[in-house]
Nanobody
């Protein structure tokens, strides 16, 4: 069984920082692209940032210059450093990781259970 274990969420003041971590464990062989999604109350889940195995990175415009995604392939872990936090960053953040099965070319998505990030005075 593959599990994505998230940590680092919590409460921050506007302008503060948080660092999210997500580690893959279990039977996953080789982790492909990884990313962070978030879902605020009453809104659809959106992709915040993702990083490929070659470390090609994409961010949504609203977090550019404030958030940094990185990965440690040896640890099968993806990070999201969040600086200059704003109240609109408040959401549940979900980690995502992909695995491609060589035998069938099937792409499998794995999801963390989510971690709450709250930005408030």
């Amino acid at each position: 069984q593959v599990q994505l274990v998230e940590s680092g969420g919590g409460l921050a003041q506007p302008g503060g920082s948080l660092r999210l971590s997500c580690a893959a464990s279990g039977s996953i062989g080789s982790v492909g692209a990884m990313g962070w999604y978030r879902q605020a109350p009453g809104k659809q889940r959106e992709l915040v940032a993702h990083i490929s195995t070659s470390r090609h990175i994409t961010y949504i415009d609203s977090v550019k210059g404030r958030f940094t995604i990185s990965r440690d392939n040896a640890k099968k872990t993806v990070y999201l450093q969040m600086n200059s936090l704003k109240p609109e960053d408040t959401a549940v953040y979900y980690c995502n990781a992909k695995e491609v099965l060589a035998s069938t070319f099937q792409v499998i998505d794995y999801w963390g259970q989510g971690t709450q990030v709250t930005v408030s005075s």
